[in-house]
């Protein structure tokens, strides 16, 4: 019998071409999953994160999709059935955080807010509408929402980014309750602020104040790895509903 807690799971990874999404997709590969990663328009990067599974020994395929476009979710739910016969697990990581420039919330362009919305929350909705099907036959189901540290802080100048992360959370306990009957679990990850390529973008991140963090330095995309395995898992089998906090300690809840 194997010990890995996602052997034979088959999962998909949005927004998995760099940063938190690559690192969730070779995580859960290497914990036995079969991972069909996505992106919007990053290819050459999401062949890169195939590329690293691919070189642990494990299975992966990728999938060009903006997952604020129904059509292109639902594609992908089909390609990854094809691919790998079932849909397990999903990895909610598509965002729109790279590149925003923090400005007072009177000055943020409707239709930069507009943007934020339709991949942070509603590419999140349509995607678990693409994968229920599948769930609801299988009757059993994983589905990890990212959210955010912000949304428990507040952020300067993010307005429209918190509030999608707001919105992520009440997406997320509203699905608890309409998927639970069919066996599908559904729950939000929460990191602090997280050294990546689009963290670095934002800021310095070698500037970072880590002094009122408890573990006083800054957060990695492997300390998460391990909490999205858990929620993916069978391990949190009679967990849904839930946000599950992991930034150090920084904020606490």
Known sequence: MNSRPLFD?????TGGAKGLGRAFAVKMAAEGARVMVVTRKDMDNL?????QIEDLGGQAAFFQADVSKEADTLAMAAEAVKAFGRIDILVNNAAVYDGITRKPFYEI???????VMDVNVKGA?????AVFP????????????LASEVFFTGSYGFAHYVSSKGGIIGLTRALAVELGPDNICINCLAPG???TEASRGLADVNKYDTSKTPLHRLEKPDDLTGAAVFLASAESDFMTGQTLLVNGGRAMH
Request: charged share 30%; proline share 3%.
């Open 9 to 13: 799971k088959v999962a998909i990874v």
């Open 47 to 51: 062949k890169e994160t195939v590329r």
């Open 109 to 115: 362009d409707p239709a930069e807010w507009d943007l």
């Open 125 to 129: 909705f349509l995607t678990a509408r």
């Open 134 to 145: 599948c769930m609801k036959k299988q009757g059993y189901g994983k589905i990890v929402n």
């Open 193 to 195: 602020f997280t050294d």
